[in-house]
């Protein structure tokens, strides 16, 4: 058992630019963020798609295609050490078990050619110093604990002859399978129907309270954070716009970004024709604007916006919000 | 699996028969009349009438066609015009011959052009992934009697390593075996080598990218396991079909190679055999030729299942 305090920083990330050096030019992927994530909490990253949240994920474990990939500035502390810094053979011995990953694609994120057992022993003989047969009987064990039905038999199928959500199961059970301080959840429920979404989050949020381990996850859909996250990041074109607990920001977005995507969520306890839906597209992330990566959709952006971009500032307790306007923001609110 | 398997067997006949119909037809279209190829030049139009009247090539082709094959379906595939015997026991003495060379050009193949195309893909855009495309190239491009030849005056004539052609049975030695067989089976093999790094690189660059090979390095797995375990079984399949073919097109025959190399296999009995205009043996030959290719191709199928589970036969 891990004595930890409640408290404690598991992973820092500071200032991290993860940049793709492309034949069309340099591509800011992640363009200076910094997180911080306690131990036992979850932290939700949020964003569109190509918004930099899975490049940070990969800069974490190391696993940016290189090239083009590359991490050109930051500190990524996990307990302490930066991970950054680290040789391949180094964050071998800390993937999958102390940091593991799980996909959203339960599909494709399985090897098709292997059995579920192997895929799980593979990752525990890897990491600890047993033999094949308790590997398999810790595997068993892992499967019973995600929930898979009749885990003695199951452990010898291929990911085929599961369902998407039992594969996600076992997806889970490889990653817990070395008992993980951080797990890093990419889209876990994106590709799962809404039923088994709920189950795969209520069991995501079991495991870790009885593992005291903190997650990471990334996503697009913030009901998926309401359920789940204790601190959010929004990450709007590689950089963290608006960083909040859970609360603070469903009562009070406060970046037009993160009030837009919150528009965007169909409400039943309202009677409107026209779904809202934020102007405009992501911009090209090798033509960012000037100013403000926000000011070409923005509804409140003027002439400060298209010339400088602002600072990440505490506008509350807890609460950071990139943008100069903020204050103008809650006036639009009460129209709408 | 079985009853597949019978299914499938079944279906061969029907490919056969083709085969057999266009080789008999094309061979009887060309010029050339075998009895005038017998008797020379200075015989009379008498005397190669009744050659042909014994040869039974004075009867009409459907006639000829149904003869010979209700004799094939017997089992028999008639008499060589020039051998004097037997076509089946002919092409049966030669087979171990072409067989050794298939396989040995197959070794070259598998051992030069898998381990290539896994590590070009590794190290995609690489100096080494650069070379092994450029050579790949060339060994597609390159004739094989010209690397043959080349191969000759290097090994064989330059540095006498080699001998310059010939064949030595299996049973009169091993070392003599193979000292025989190695230059053959690399210009052989070459060109089937070029072609399994090109499809195991193309194969292993799109199973690279996939997200099972990024959660097999999320475990901590090393690059290596990550590629000679996750990614090469899930390539197995499309290497092995490629590798399939290769035997099959070697088995039928390196007709042209065999004959640089004065090697006495089915294809240089073959060459021999339509320079004389053989009907029989011609005939009796590619239908051997054919038969090994589709076999072959058949096992691959069948061998399916052992590097996919998600491939079953009922």
Same mark, same amino acid.
């Given at each position: 058992?891990?004595?930890?305090?409640?408290?404690?920083?598991?992973?820092?990330?500071?200032?991290?630019?993860?940049?793709?050096?492309?034949?069309?030019?340099?591509?800011?992927?992640?363009?200076?963020?910094?997180?911080?994530?306690?131990?036992?909490?979850?932290?939700?990253?949020?964003?569109?798609?190509?918004?930099?949240?899975?490049?940070?994920?990969?800069?974490?474990?190391?696993?940016?295609?290189?090239?083009?990939?590359?991490?050109?500035?930051?500190?990524?502390?996990?307990?302490?050490?930066?991970?950054?810094?680290?040789?391949?053979?180094?964050?071998?011995?800390?993937?999958?078990?102390?940091?593991?990953?799980?996909?959203?694609? /339960?599909?494709?994120?399985?090897? /098709?050619?292997?059995?579920?057992?192997?895929?799980?022993?593979?990752?525990?003989?890897?990491?600890?110093?047993?033999?094949?047969?308790?590997?398999?009987?810790?595997?068993?064990?892992?499967?019973?604990?995600?929930?898979? /039905?009749?885990?003695?038999?199951?452990?010898?199928?291929?990911?085929?002859?599961?369902?998407?959500?039992?594969?996600?199961?076992?997806?889970?059970?490889?990653?817990?399978?070395?008992?993980?301080?951080?797990?890093?959840?990419?889209?876990?429920?994106?590709?799962?129907?809404?039923?088994?979404?709920?189950?795969?989050?209520?069991?995501?949020?079991?495991?870790?309270?009885?593992?005291?381990?903190?997650?990471?996850?990334?996503?697009?859909?913030?009901?998926?954070?309401?359920?789940?996250?204790?601190?959010?990041?929004?990450?709007?074109?590689?950089?963290?716009?608006?960083?909040?607990?859970?609360?603070?920001?469903?009562?009070?977005?406060?970046?037009?970004?993160?009030?837009?995507?919150?528009?965007?969520?169909?409400?039943?306890?309202?009677?409107?024709?026209?779904?809202?839906?934020?102007?405009?597209?992501?911009?090209?992330?090798?033509?960012?604007?000037?100013?403000?990566?926000?000011?070409?959709?923005?509804?409140?952006?003027?002439?400060?916006?298209?010339?400088?971009?602002?600072?990440?500032?505490?506008?509350?307790?807890?609460?950071?919000?990139?943008?100069?306007?903020?204050?103008?923001?809650?006036?639009?609110?009460?129209?709408? | 699996?079985?009853?597949?398997?019978?299914?499938?067997?079944?279906?061969?006949?029907?490919?056969?028969?083709?085969?057999?119909?266009?080789?008999?037809?094309?061979?009887?279209?060309?010029?050339?009349?075998?009895?005038?190829?017998?008797?020379?030049?200075?015989?009379?139009?008498?005397?190669?009438?009744? %050659?042909?009247?014994?040869?039974?090539?004075?009867?009409?082709?459907?006639?000829?066609?149904?003869?010979?094959?209700?004799?094939? %379906?017997?089992?028999?595939?008639?008499?060589?015009?020039?051998?004097?015997?037997?076509?089946?026991?002919?092409?049966?003495?030669?087979?171990?011959?072409?067989?050794?060379?298939?396989?040995?050009?197959? %070794? =070259?193949?598998?051992?030069?052009?898998?381990?290539?195309?896994?590590?070009?893909?590794?190290?995609?855009?690489?100096?080494?992934?650069?070379?092994?495309?450029?050579?790949?190239?060339?060994?597609?491009?390159?004739?094989?009697?010209?690397?043959? %030849?080349?191969?000759?005056?290097?090994?064989?004539?330059?540095?006498?390593?080699?001998?310059?052609?010939?064949?030595?049975?299996?049973?009169?030695?091993?070392?003599?075996?193979? &000292?025989?067989?190695?230059?053959?089976?690399?210009?052989?093999?070459?060109?089937?080598?070029?072609?399994?790094?090109?499809?195991?690189?193309?194969?292993?660059?799109? =199973?690279?990218? &996939?997200?099972?090979?990024?959660?097999?390095?999320?475990?901590?797995?090393?690059?290596?396991?990550?590629?000679?375990?996750?990614?090469?079984?899930?390539?197995?399949?499309?290497?092995?079909? =490629?590798?399939?073919?290769?035997?099959?097109?070697?088995?039928?025959?390196?007709?042209?190679?065999?004959?640089?190399?004065?090697?006495?296999?089915?294809?240089?009995?073959? =060459?021999?055999?339509?320079?004389?205009?053989?009907?029989?043996?011609?005939?009796?030959?590619?239908?051997?030729?054919?038969?090994?290719?589709?076999?072959?191709?058949?096992?691959?199928?069948?061998?399916?299942?052992?590097?996919?589970?998600?491939?079953?036969?009922?």
């Amino acid at each position: 058992m891990r004595i930890l305090d409640e408290r404690e920083k598991l992973l820092e990330i500071r200032n991290l630019k993860t940049y793709f050096y492309t034949e069309e030019g340099v591509l800011k992927a992640v363009d200076g963020v910094d997180l911080l994530l306690h131990s036992g909490e979850t932290l939700g990253l949020v964003g569109e798609s190509g918004c930099g949240k899975s490049v940070t994920s990969m800069s974490i474990m190391r696993l940016l295609p290189s090239p083009p990939g590359k991490i050109v500035d930051g500190k990524i502390l996990f307990k302490g050490r930066d991970l950054a810094q680290l040789s391949q053979k180094e964050m071998r011995k800390l993937r999958g078990n102390d940091i593991s990953m799980i996909f959203q694609e /339960p599909m494709t994120s399985l090897n /098709p050619v292997f059995t579920i057992g192997n895929q799980i022993s593979e990752a525990i003989l890897l990491h600890k110093d047993v033999t094949k047969r308790e590997a398999r009987r810790q595997s068993i064990e892992m499967l019973k604990k995600v929930g898979i /039905p009749s885990p003695e038999k199951r452990i010898d199928d291929y990911p085929h002859q599961l369902s998407g959500g039992m594969r996600q199961r076992a997806m889970i059970a490889l990653a817990l399978s070395c008992d993980p301080q951080l797990l890093i959840a990419d889209e876990p429920t994106t590709a799962l129907d809404v039923t088994i979404q709920a189950q795969i989050l209520e069991l995501m949020n079991d495991l870790k309270k009885s593992y005291n381990m903190s997650i990471m996850l990334i996503t697009h859909d913030l009901g998926v954070v309401a359920e789940t996250c204790d601190t959010v990041a929004v990450m709007y074109a590689g950089k963290i716009v608006e960083y909040t607990d859970a609360k603070g920001l469903f009562g009070n977005p406060s970046h037009p970004y993160t009030w837009g995507l919150m528009n965007s969520i169909p409400r039943l306890d309202q009677n409107i024709e026209k779904l809202h839906t934020i102007a405009g597209v992501v911009p090209n992330p090798l033509d960012f604007p000037e100013g403000c990566k926000y000011n070409t959709r923005c509804p409140i952006a003027d002439d400060k916006c298209l010339q400088q971009e602002a600072e990440l500032q505490e506008i509350r307790k807890g609460h950071k919000v990139r943008c100069w306007h903020y204050e103008r923001l809650e006036q639009l609110k009460k129209v709408h | 699996m079985l009853r597949y398997t019978l299914s499938r067997m079944l279906g061969l006949i029907p490919t056969l028969i083709l085969v057999a119909l266009i080789s008999f037809f094309l061979i009887h279209l060309t010029p050339g009349d075998p009895a005038a190829v017998m008797l020379g030049v200075e015989a009379t139009p008498e005397r190669v009438a009744n %050659l042909r009247a014994d040869m039974g090539l004075d009867q009409p082709l459907t006639v000829q066609f149904k003869d010979w094959v209700s004799s094939a %379906l017997q089992g028999d595939l008639g008499n060589s015009f020039f051998l004097g015997r037997p076509v089946a026991e002919a092409l049966v003495e030669r087979l171990p011959a072409t067989f050794s060379l298939a396989v040995a050009a197959l %070794l =070259v193949a598998v051992i030069i052009g898998v381990p290539a195309g896994i590590i070009a893909a590794a190290r995609q855009n690489s100096v080494f992934d650069g070379s092994v495309m450029v050579i790949a190239l060339l060994g597609i491009s390159v004739p094989s009697f010209w690397l043959g %030849l080349l191969l000759i005056l290097i090994f064989s004539v330059g540095l006498g390593w080699f001998p310059t052609g010939g064949y030595v049975p299996i049973s009169e030695g091993f070392v003599q075996h193979v &000292k025989y067989l190695v230059l053959p089976a690399v210009s052989l093999g070459f060109m089937q080598a070029a072609l399994i790094a090109r499809m195991t690189r193309a194969s292993m660059l799109e =199973v690279i990218r &996939k997200d099972y090979i990024t959660t097999a390095r999320s475990k901590g797995q090393s690059e290596f396991v990550v590629v000679t375990k996750h990614a090469l079984k899930n390539i197995a399949i499309s290497v092995l079909t =490629v590798v399939g073919m290769a035997f099959g097109i070697l088995l039928g025959g390196a007709v042209i190679v065999e004959t640089v190399f004065a090697y006495p296999g089915v294809g240089r009995l073959v =060459v021999q055999a339509v320079t004389r205009r053989d009907y029989p043996l011609i005939q009796g030959a590619l239908l051997m030729i054919a038969s090994i290719y589709v076999i072959v191709n058949l096992v691959v199928d069948l061998l399916y299942p052992l590097f996919d589970p998600r491939i079953k036969y009922e």
